[in-house]
């Protein structure tokens, strides 16, 4: 392995994921801040809920990976299972 | 130029490109496998909509090749789809893949362009046995019992798909492939069940979406990408033209946009992961089907075009790294974008594709199936679509990426692939950004439904954005917590196992269970038989028990005539 391959990288760096990270949030922030500002249609009365498809999508992710780990209970095998 | 091309059914320049595969080598090859997609699209270009080359047989018309906007759709995208994967395969010497890939494409132009039932069936079986070797040319255990399941239910689909059209064909007396449609009566509506059974086992239905999930991950780098463009693809369009509306297709569409992101989640194989995201994407078609407006069906052919695009974009880049590494699973993986920087950057595009960022190709046409279910007033279809939405961006949209090239180092050093695997990914990676900027001029041209749409308005861009960027944030947050589920080497039991775990565990005990039982009866005959010989001879005075047998023979026979001339004596009297 040579030395230039060994060198720390854009994402070994803490800060600068740390920064990116922080951007992000921001971003979030403001498209809820967008919310109130820009007039949305409106299709549906759900819709009505501010910020709805941003709740929607926070709380739908981690409620499947909530349940995807309580699936692994149930139905994860090791690795060779049907192979035996 | 092209009106000066003799004019050829759609499917044979593959055809023949599959042919010259195997006789040809070295660049020759390349030069004739890369030109054959384009002659066959440019052929295409020619056809003029009706039919071509009807002849009767057995008394029913027979309609080979029957162009109209939506065969046509279908037939762009399928030479398409070919040239990207040939592209994506140059490197390769291995005779069979390259054969098998062409016909395979082929067989695929073949079935979208069959205007009967019985042209259909043809190209329905072609399309399995020729795609069969792409899994099997990865030439491990796995891949052969993988690839030998695999056709058995795709054959299955077949048989159906036959007994289905006989009975159809018999009742309307029309061998015609259009609106089938549930619901008829008597038998008829038995042969349309079956045909509607074959096209869901094609298209994934739940309970029958393990062959896709078994055996594409098992296929090799190469064949992966063109297993992911055709079959299911075939599927929807089937459905689109026989059954178009049936609203028990959008519950089914449904159930197959949500199930799999819980599977993706917590599955290792990256191609795996990939292959349930792509059951979840043809949910999204099979509502849009179901729905059955023409914004609905657009958006599904639509999408179906999009996804043959961004999903084979995914699945490059995943075999691009299974290529060079060897490795595919997301436990073993991590920092490759230190050495794989470009097709680091091509994956992302393929991940912000498929979950629909504003600009990308999955935004435009998944939106329209997404408001097809709000116009028709699915309410609640439309909130788990929303659902399925965020998923397909938890899973392939960050999932992928994230522990294929970024996540903790692996420690794993290799180079980008070759040269023709990246010209491949650029060009995929390339029509995502155009199809999303631009759709009007590309994908919506193409569309066979009159129906104005525009995806692009504020609403529609904040509210895709606040979704995504939630559920990016969701990920984050879990992995913060430490609460995101790790990658763990693992198989996670589906529906397979019914017949991979379940039938050998019970019907293999269950034959031998009868050969014993057959075994224990047969012994124990034979020593009832012996019993019944010892009870009867003395082994002591080595005569027999029995009166008679210690006897002459003469002394018995005097016995018995005596007996009989006692019986004639009172014959006679009565």
């Known amino acids: 392995m040579s030395k230039e391959q060994n060198k720390s990288d854009f994402f070994d760096k803490k800060e600068n994921v740390d920064k990116i990270i922080k951007v992000f949030y921001v971003v979030c922030a403001l498209l809820v801040v967008a919310d109130f500002i820009v007039h949305r249609h409106i299709y549906h009365d759900w819709e009505n809920i501010p910020a709805f498809y941003a709740i929607y999508g926070f709380i739908g992710c981690v409620v499947l990976v909530l349940i995807a780990k309580l699936m692994r209970k149930a139905l994860m095998r090791e690795e060779d299972y049907y192979d035996k | ?574």
């Not at chain 2, 449904?254 to 993706?264: H, K, L, Q």
């Open chain 2, 1 to 574: 130029m092209i009106s000066s091309l003799p004019l050829l059914p759609p499917f044979l320049p593959l055809l023949i490109g599959a042919l010259a595969a195997i006789f040809l080598r070295g660049h020759l090859r390349s030069a004739v496998m890369l030109l054959t997609p384009i002659w066959g699209a440019l052929q295409l270009a020619a056809l003029e909509p009706g039919l071509y080359w009807a002849f009767e047989f057995l008394g029913y018309q027979l309609e080979p090749v029957r162009v109209d906007k939506l065969s046509l759709m279908f037939g762009y995208l399928f030479h398409l789809a070919a040239f990207i994967a040939v592209v994506y395969a140059l490197h390769l010497k291995d005779t069979v893949q390259h054969v098998s890939g062409l016909s395979y494409a082929a067989s695929a132009v073949g079935a979208v362009f069959a205007g009967d039932l019985l042209t259909l069936f043809v190209c329905w079986e072609l399309l399995a046995l020729t795609s069969v070797f792409l899994i099997w040319a990865r030439r491990t255990d796995r891949a052969y019992s993988a690839g030998m399941r695999y056709i058995v239910i795709k054959v299955l689909s077949g048989v159906l798909l036959l007994a289905g059209a006989i009975i159809v064909i018999n009742e309307t007396g029309s061998a015609k492939f259009s609106d089938i449609g549930l619901g008829h009566e008597g038998l008829l509506n038995v042969g349309a069940w079956l045909i509607f059974v074959a096209f869901g086992i094609k298209c994934a239905f739940p309970f029958a979406h393990t062959w896709l999930t078994d055996s594409y991950p098992e296929a090799t780098p190469t064949g992966t990408i063109f297993l992911a463009s055709f079959t299911t693809k075939v599927a929807v369009y089937a459905l689109a033209r026989g059954f178009a509306g049936t609203e028990l297709l959008v519950w089914i569409g449904v159930t197959m946009a949500c199930f799999p992101i819980f599977y993706a989640v917590i599955e290792n194989d990256l191609r795996r992961v990939l292959a349930y995201s792509m059951i979840n994407q043809i949910g999204f078609m099979v509502v849009g089907v179901g729905i059955g407006t023409s914004l609905a069906l657009n958006g599904a052919v639509a999408h179906a075009f999009n996804d043959v695009i961004f999903k084979g974009l995914l699945m490059m880049t995943m075999g691009a790294v299974l290529h060079m590494t060897g490795k595919i699973n997301g436990s073993e993986l991590g920092g490759l974008y230190k050495t794989m920087p470009k097709t680091t950057i091509l994956c992302i595009v393929g991940a912000a594709s498929i979950s629909a960022f504003p600009l990308f190709s999955g935004f435009v046409s998944k939106s329209m199936i997404m408001s097809a279910a709000i116009e028709q007033g699915y309410d609640y279809v439309w909130l788990a679509l929303l659902f399925a939405a965020a998923g397909v961006f938890h899973h392939a949209g960050i999932k992928i990426p994230y522990f294929a090239f970024f996540a903790h180092d692996s420690g794993i050093r290799t180079t980008e692939p070759p040269k023709n695997m990246l010209i491949a990914m650029t060009i995929a990676a390339t029509l995502c950004v155009v199809i999303g900027t631009f759709p009007a001029q590309t994908v919506y041209a193409l569309l066979p439904w009159q129906v104005s749409y525009q995806p692009y308005d504020l609403t529609h861009i904040l509210t895709q954005l606040q979704l995504l960027f939630f559920s990016a944030l969701a990920f984050v947050w879990l992995n913060k917590q430490s609460m995101y589920p790790p990658e763990l080497p693992s198989t996670n039991l589906d529906s397979d196992w019914l017949y991979r775990k379940l039938a050998p565990g019970f019907l293999v005990p269950l034959y031998y269970s009868i050969i014993e039982s057959m075994a224990r009866v047969e012994s124990m005959a034979k020593s009832g038989i012996k019993r019944l010989i010892d009870s009867s001879y003395d082994e002591a005075k080595e005569q027999p028990k029995g009166y008679f047998a210690q006897l002459w023979p003469t002394e018995t026979m005097v016995f018995w005539v005596a007996l009989l001339l006692a019986g004639i004596l009172l014959l006679y009297y009565i």
